[in-house]
């Protein structure tokens, strides 16, 4: 019985999976019959469709492809629309718009104004019909008759276009443009136009024709920072949409295309042949005829003069910028747009600071090849009281105090001091002023000598370059190795920490010249650095903003409450001493314009290779400031130093900041060096033979002043000659009147001491 039953279920086992598998098999072997027959079948079935020959190459061929590549596209559209309808996630995206800020000075004053301005108070029904006429005539003729893509003036445009050989003619209409502008940016690519296109079609499914037009002629951006027709209006012509007449409603339509290009209050000629342009469309659209335009050809728009020289338009695009950045740290509940802040700016010393640039730049620009140059004046907190970003905000709005990174040369070399007394050094350490290679670079001063052994106070007043090296060697110099372009590498590192911490963010790009200026910094980070020094070693953050309302007065955000509080960067002892340091390059170095009578200063000038840039960066206990010029092709100057007119721009413009300011001493400098080194200045602005010297800060001569003392010389001469012809006296010949032949405040009396500058790189 034992013997049976194992063999017995083994043979029932067997049999069994024969029988499945002999199942499986007759089952796949039906399925592939009957898919035969099936095939077959649907073979016979088709053959009665068979089209050859040409038919199928004219017909079947090109609907095949056409229906491949249709699908192909289709799905690339649908991924193109799923982030198109992204951008309406928001519930709230009628009511978006950008920033409106009005800004004031430090004291109260109104000094400008950016962002959006725009009225969305005023019905469609209440604007002028010529107004809208033209908009339709010039925008979108068949607006009313397309469902948001208009592919027959599409098509229009592209026809016009390829036989202009460029853009003459735009192919989105309106629903596409209010998409672009409620929802998109200004890139040109395939990926926006696409979104574009979608987005307008979801416009139309939401809104009617009236609401989308009311909206474009309320959102559409039209120069001068104005945002919708009234807005516009407003701006350019005084008075609301409802009162423009034919003439200014075509200069209106034509800002559409090219805002900035046609804005009447830059160029009134472009504007008014735009306009002229919109009233030829509303001819060829039907709209109106040739007499009804005619007038308005005959009696073009007169825009108001919008041009206003003493706004600090520099400065108000780096608060405005600042401003959105600060508005993205408030809790995503606030939902104000509409801001008055209040700024650092001191208005009195941003016009001294604008008119010394400019006199400096006309007096002396020619002969030393410069053409611009920025300066920054901030408290020792960071509020910027001054900002000048280049010599005519109306000739290039690229603000150089902020977007321009320059070399900063030798003013580079008080963070390497800085660090090395951080590292065991001290003012009174001796160090040899002698040759030093890293690999095949070897930095030379400026008179391709040496001086020996010195400390490095003296080296830091006399520029000297191989000495920052040196130290850049002996700071990242660890024990039992010798390799200095290991040690030269770790020093730099030290070099840059320091940096960072004094509020640099430039790049910084390690390079063996790195030590003495090959880096590149902007004016404003570089000016509010230099005030960790009397600020006894505290960095603070470089802004412009001091306050900021709501326009009903809602205190939202305060600097000394809500602002980055001071950071430790240095120790004070190692502060102190750079201050004391710095101030021999002012009393007795490279940056003796830089001397003020009564005020202790210090600082730093900086040359750059070839002459490009030329630099002072200073402070005193009141306000830290730096001066650049150059050129914006990085052009060489005429061997203009950072001791010529950028220390001597520093002293205007600090002399100017310190009117009835109470002098604070530096931290680290004695009271002799706030008059000893002054006297000099003094005696230059002291009457000749007087035996006096007029104490405090010694007056300003500004543009304006100086254009009235020739105006006044010239009165004179007149008179001079006028009187002599009546009472029959000969007349001399006078010597001709100028600007060139008064005395400019800070002239150059006395040549100044050229620093070294920055050494070639391999």
């Not at 309808?85 to 109104?110: I, Q």
């Not at 600090?654 to 001493?665: F, L, P």
Request: proline share 5%; aromatic share 8%.
């Amino acid at each position: 019985m034992r013997n049976w039953l194992p063999s017995e279920w083994m043979k029932r086992i067997r049999h069994f999976l024969l029988d499945v598998d002999a199942r499986i098999d007759s089952t796949l072997f039906s399925s592939g019959a009957g898919a035969r027959e099936l095939f077959e079948r649907y073979t016979a079935f088709m053959d009665r469709f068979h089209v050859g020959h040409w038919k199928r190459w004219v017909f079947i061929e090109p609907l095949s492809e056409g229906a491949t590549i249709g699908s192909a596209g289709l799905v690339l559209m649908l991924a193109l629309a799923v982030p198109a309808f992204r951008e309406t996630a928001d519930d709230d995206w009628l009511k978006k718009s950008d920033l409106a800020v009005s800004f004031l000075d430090r004291y109260g004053n109104p000094i400008g104004n950016r962002g959006i301005k725009h009225n969305d108070a005023i019905p469609l029904e209440d604007f002028p019909d010529h107004l809208i006429k033209a908009t339709l005539a010039t925008e979108d003729r068949r607006f009313y008759d397309h469902f948001g893509i208009d592919f027959a003036g599409t098509a229009r445009a592209l026809m016009t276009n390829a036989q202009a050989g460029g853009v003459r003619q735009g192919g989105s209409s309106i629903s596409q443009q209010l998409a672009k502008n409620l929802f998109l940016n200004n890139e040109r690519t395939i990926e926006r136009k696409v979104k574009e296109a979608f987005l307008a079609i979801w416009l139309e499914t939401r809104l009617t024709k009236s609401e989308i037009l009311k909206l474009y002629l309320d959102r559409a951006y039209m120069g001068g920072g104005t945002f919708g027709v009234d807005g516009a209006a407003h701006f350019y012509f005084n008075k609301s949409a409802r009162d423009v007449n034919l003439a200014e409603s075509a200069m209106l339509a034509g800002l559409f295309k090219a805002p900035t290009r046609y804005a009447p209050h830059i160029n009134l000629p472009a504007a008014r042949a735009r306009a002229n342009v919109v009233l030829d469309n509303l001819v060829d659209a039907g709209f109106m005829t040739e007499g009804q335009v005619f007038g308005a050809r005959r009696n073009p728009a007169n825009a108001v003069d919008r041009r206003d020289e003493n706004s600090p338009n520099y400065y108000l695009d780096y608060a405005f910028d600042e401003m959105r950045k600060l508005v993205l740290t408030f809790p995503k509940s606030y939902t104000e747009r509409v801001f008055v802040v209040r700024t650092a700016i001191d208005m009195n010393v941003q016009k001294v600071a604008e008119e010394t640039v400019e006199s400096q730049l006309r007096q002396f620009g020619r002969d030393y090849h410069a053409t611009q140059a920025a300066a920054v004046l901030a408290d020792l907190d960071g509020g910027v009281r001054a900002m000048v970003g280049g010599r005519d905000y109306g000739a290039s709005q690229f603000n150089r105090a902020v977007d321009a990174m320059r070399q900063p040369g030798s003013s580079f070399k008080p963070y390497v001091y800085a660090t090395a007394l951080m590292n065991g050094f001290k003012p009174d350490s001796k160090v040899v002023d002698g040759p030093v290679c890293l690999g095949n670079w070897c930095p030379q001063n400026y008179g391709r000598s040496y001086s020996g052994t010195m400390t490095l106070t003296t080296a830091i007043t006399r520029s000297i370059n191989v000495i920052p090296v040196k130290l850049s060697v002996a700071i990242g110099m660890i024990p039992r190795s010798n390799n200095q372009w290991e040690a030269a590498k770790r020093g730099r590192a030290k070099i840059v920490e320091t940096a960072r911490k004094f509020g640099i963010t430039a790049p910084l790009i390690d390079t063996p010249s790195l030590p003495i200026g090959s880096g590149e910094v902007n004016v404003l980070e570089h000016a509010v650095a230099y005030g960790t020094f009397p600020n006894r070693g505290r960095s603070v953050k470089p802004h412009a903003v001091l306050e900021v309302r709501t326009g009903a007065g809602e205190l939202v955000w305060r600097w000394d409450r809500d602002g980055k509080k001071p950071v430790q960067a240095i120790p004070a002892n190692v502060a102190a001493d750079m201050s004391e340091m710095m101030s021999h390059v002012v009393t007795e170095g490279t940056a003796k314009r830089a001397r003020m009578d009564g005020i202790p200063a210090a600082g730093k000038t900086g040359t750059t290779n070839a002459f490009r840039d030329a630099w002072f960066a200073g402070f005193t206990g009141n306000f830290t400031a730096a001066v650049w010029y150059g050129n914006d092709d990085y052009s060489s100057t005429n061997r203009m130093t950072g001791g010529s007119l950028p220390a001597q721009t520093w002293r205007e413009i600090m002399v100017a900041a310190h009117q009835g300011v109470e002098i604070k001493d530096i931290p680290g400098v004695g009271p002799a060096a706030k008059t000893a080194p002054g006297q000099a200045v003094a005696n230059a602005s002291a009457k000749p033979n007087s035996g006096e010297t007029k104490s405090g800060a010694p007056p300003v001569l500004t543009k304006r002043g100086a254009d009235i003392l020739v105006r006044v010389e010239k009165l004179m001469d007149d008179a001079g000659k006028s009187s002599k012809v009546l009472s029959g006296e000969p007349e001399k010949p006078s010597r001709p009147s100028s600007s060139s032949s008064l005395p400019a405040s800070g002239s150059f009396a006395a040549a100044a001491p050229v620093e070294p500058a920055t050494a070639r790189k391999n």
